[in-house]
Nanobody, 128 residues
Framework: QVQLVESGGGSVQAGGSLRLSCAKS????????VGWFRQVPGKEREGIAA????????FYAESVEGRFTVSQDNAKNTFYLQMDSLKPEDTAMYYC?????????????????????WGQGTQVTVSS
């Protein structure tokens, strides 16, 4: 069983930065995808970034390309979402998730249902 615990959310002004952390526990037995999603009230959960643990492969939605960066610390079993140049429209509840299905090094940004395990979410609020 895999558990994901995320942290790092908060409130920042537009143009600021935050780094979200997603700590993984439990065995995964193979390389897998870690995805980052966000959701605002009344809208579908949106996949914004993902990475494959077996190689340097990252994936980004157009809405965050160039501003957000995913990374990992293997020793700490922790994944990170670095968010720079934040905009008010980035305000959302952010979730990390793990997709344990072997997809040959490609990670989906959606639909959310392809991901097997989810963090509890952390709120990010960006003020103008």
């Amino acid at each position: 069983q895999v558990q994901l615990v995320e942290s790092g959310g908060g409130s920042v002004q537009a143009g600021g930065s935050l780094r979200l952390s997603c700590a993984k526990s439990g065995n995964t037995y193979k390389n897998y995808c870690v995805g980052w999603f966000r959701q605002v009230p009344g809208k579908e959960r949106e996949g914004i970034a993902a990475m494959y643990t077996g190689m340097i492969s990252t994936f980004y939605a157009e809405s965050v390309e160039g501003r957000f960066t995913v990374s990992q610390d293997n020793a700490k079993n922790t994944f990170y979402l670095q968010m720079d140049s934040l905009k008010p429209e980035d305000t959302a509840m952010y979730y990390c998730a793990a997709d344990l299905t072997d997809r040959g090094g490609y990670c989906y940004l959606g639909p959310p249902s392809v991901y097997d395990y989810w963090g509890q979410g952390t709120q990010v609020t960006v003020s103008s």
